[in-house]
C-alpha cells in the first residue's frame, strides 16, 4: 500500500529579530495561506505589525515529502519543545502522547516511570456493578468487543482510577491481571459463578469470544461505595464516555483522588 507523502511542515519567521512564531503542516500552498489572513488572533497580529514595518515574513519548509500523520507527529513535536514562545492556539493532533509542559522538574507516571494510570468506567448496569467488581477484585467490560478490547491498553502494575457515572471516582487500585473472560477469571480459587454476586448478568455471552465480558483483575488500595463517591462540581475533573483512558496529562484530577483518597500515586506506581 502506498502512502501520500505530499504533506509538509513548515515555520513562519519574524525578519526583525529571526524569531520563530508559527508552525503548521499542510501541502501544496498551505504554507501561503496565513500571509493574508485575516482576524485578531496573535498570528494574524505578529504578521501585520511585520508588514507595517515593510518586511514580510519568513516561511521556510522544515521536514518535506512527509505523509499526513508524520507531518502531524513532526508539527507536534515543535509545538511541545517551542509551544510557550507561539502564536499556535492548537498544541497538535498528537498533543496528548507528549509530556505536559513545564513538568521536566517532575517524575511523571508515563513517562518516568514504565507504568501508567488510567481512568475505568465502572459502567454499572444490566451486567456489571460496582459492588461486584470492589468486593471480588475486578474491573470489567463486554457484550461487545468494542468495549471489552478498551481494557487491552491496560498492564500489569498499572494503577487504575474507577469511575461511577453520575457519582464520582469510587476506587484505587492496581492491575494484577487480565483482561480475560469472566468464565476464566478467579476469585481466590472461586469462579463467578460460585460467588454471590449483585449482578450475575455479567455471565451473559460468556462462551462468545466477542461478546464475553471481559475483566481485569485488581488489588483495590482505597475504595468508597457509590454515596461517598469522591466529586466536586464545577472543578475541572476528568471524565469520559471511553472505558479507559489515560490520566497521566490530567493534573487537577490526579491531585484531587490523591487528597480525598489520602494517597500517592508515585508510591502506588513504585509498590
Same mark, same amino acid.
Given at each position: 500500500?502506498?502512502?501520500?507523502?505530499? @504533506? @509538509?511542515?513548515?515555520?513562519?519567521?519574524?525578519?526583525?529579530?529571526?524569531?520563530?512564531?508559527?508552525?503548521?503542516?499542510?501541502?501544496?500552498?498551505?504554507?501561503? %495561506?496565513?500571509?493574508?489572513? =485575516?482576524?485578531? *488572533?496573535?498570528?494574524?497580529?505578529?504578521? !501585520?505589525?511585520? @508588514?507595517?514595518?515593510?518586511?514580510?515574513?519568513?516561511?521556510?519548509?522544515?521536514?518535506?515529502?512527509?505523509?499526513?500523520?508524520? %507531518?502531524?507527529?513532526?508539527?507536534?513535536? +515543535?509545538? &511541545?519543545?517551542?509551544?510557550?514562545? +507561539?502564536? #499556535?492556539?492548537?498544541?497538535?493532533?498528537?498533543?496528548?502522547?507528549?509530556?505536559?509542559?513545564?513538568?521536566?522538574?517532575?517524575?511523571?507516571?508515563?513517562?518516568?516511570?514504565?507504568?501508567?494510570?488510567?481512568?475505568?468506567?465502572?459502567?454499572?448496569?444490566?451486567?456489571?456493578?460496582?459492588?461486584? *467488581?470492589?468486593?471480588?477484585?475486578?474491573?470489567?467490560?463486554?457484550?461487545?468487543?468494542? @468495549? *471489552?478490547?478498551?481494557?487491552?491498553?491496560?498492564?500489569?502494575?498499572?494503577?487504575?482510577?474507577?469511575?461511577?457515572?453520575?457519582?464520582?471516582?469510587?476506587?484505587?487500585?492496581?492491575?494484577?491481571?487480565?483482561?480475560?473472560?469472566? $468464565?476464566?477469571?478467579?476469585?481466590?480459587?472461586?469462579?463467578?459463578?460460585?460467588?454471590?454476586?449483585?449482578?450475575?448478568?455479567?455471565?451473559? #455471552?460468556?462462551?462468545?469470544?466477542?461478546?464475553?465480558?471481559? +475483566?481485569?483483575?485488581?488489588? &483495590?488500595?482505597?475504595?468508597?461505595?457509590?454515596?461517598?463517591?469522591?466529586?466536586?462540581?464545577?472543578?475541572?475533573?476528568?471524565?469520559? =464516555?471511553?472505558?479507559?483512558?489515560?490520566?497521566? #496529562?490530567?493534573?487537577?484530577?490526579?491531585?484531587?483522588?490523591?487528597?480525598?483518597?489520602?494517597? =500517592?500515586? $508515585?508510591?502506588?506506581? !513504585?509498590?
Amino acid at each position: 500500500m502506498k502512502h501520500n507523502r505530499e @504533506y @509538509y511542515v513548515y515555520v513562519y519567521i519574524d525578519p526583525r529579530n529571526n524569531e520563530e512564531f508559527y508552525y503548521g503542516k499542510g501541502r501544496g500552498n498551505r504554507k501561503s %495561506a496565513h500571509l493574508l489572513a =485575516r482576524g485578531d *488572533s496573535a498570528k494574524v497580529k505578529r504578521i !501585520k505589525d511585520i @508588514y507595517k514595518e515593510g518586511e514580510q515574513p519568513k516561511v521556510k519548509v522544515i521536514a518535506a515529502d512527509l505523509t499526513e500523520d508524520q %507531518a502531524f507527529l513532526v508539527e507536534s513535536t +515543535l509545538l &511541545w519543545k517551542l509551544g510557550n514562545n +507561539l502564536t #499556535n492556539v492548537a498544541s497538535g493532533v498528537f498533543a496528548g502522547n507528549f509530556r505536559p509542559q513545564n513538568t521536566l522538574h517532575k517524575e511523571l507516571p508515563g513517562f518516568d516511570f514504565k507504568h501508567s494510570i488510567h481512568l475505568v468506567n465502572v459502567g454499572e448496569g444490566p451486567h456489571r456493578c460496582w459492588a461486584d *467488581s470492589r468486593q471480588y477484585g475486578f474491573l470489567s467490560a463486554g457484550q461487545q468487543r468494542k @468495549y *471489552s478490547e478498551q481494557l487491552e491498553g491496560l498492564q500489569t502494575g498499572d494503577v487504575v482510577v474507577a469511575y461511577l457515572n453520575k457519582h464520582g471516582y469510587v476506587g484505587l487500585g492496581i492491575v494484577e491481571d487480565g483482561p480475560i473472560r469472566v $468464565r476464566e477469571f478467579r476469585y481466590r480459587g472461586k469462579t463467578m459463578k460460585q460467588c454471590r454476586l449483585k449482578q450475575p448478568n455479567i455471565y451473559d #455471552n460468556a462462551d462468545d469470544a466477542d461478546d464475553s465480558e471481559y +475483566l481485569v483483575k485488581v488489588r &483495590w488500595k482505597k475504595t468508597v461505595d457509590a454515596k461517598r463517591a469522591k466529586w466536586k462540581a464545577k472543578a475541572g475533573l476528568f471524565t469520559t =464516555r471511553l472505558v479507559r483512558a489515560s490520566l497521566i #496529562n490530567q493534573t487537577k484530577t490526579l491531585r484531587f483522588l490523591e487528597s480525598e483518597f489520602g494517597i =500517592r500515586f $508515585r508510591q502506588m506506581i !513504585k509498590e
